[in-house]
């Protein structure tokens, strides 16, 4: 997936726990470590902006685009 989630790099930075995080946000631990792992669909924008409040970032610093390699018949 062309979509690359930072949340650790971002966690390390700020020197927090995954467990930190989910109770600053609000919500389960297991589901920061889904989206840590990159394993989710979305994310609400709501959750994103507790994310970055309580990490003192922006959205770019967790999400970052990475273009793969050019599907067979894709045209530009």
């Not at 600053?24 to 589901?31: D, H, K, L, Q, W």
């Not at 309580?54 to 045209?75: A, F, M, N, S, T």
């Amino acid at each position: 997936m062309p979509i690359v989630v930072n949340l650790d790099v971002m966690l390390a930075k700020r020197k927090m726990r995954s467990k930190e995080l989910a109770q600053r946000i609000g919500i389960a631990e297991p589901n920061v470590s889904l989206l840590k792992s990159g394993k989710v669909k979305g994310i609400r924008f709501d959750t994103l902006a507790r994310i970055c409040e309580v990490l003192d970032c922006q959205p770019g610093d967790i999400l970052e685009y990475r273009p793969g390699p050019e599907k067979d018949g894709d045209v530009s």
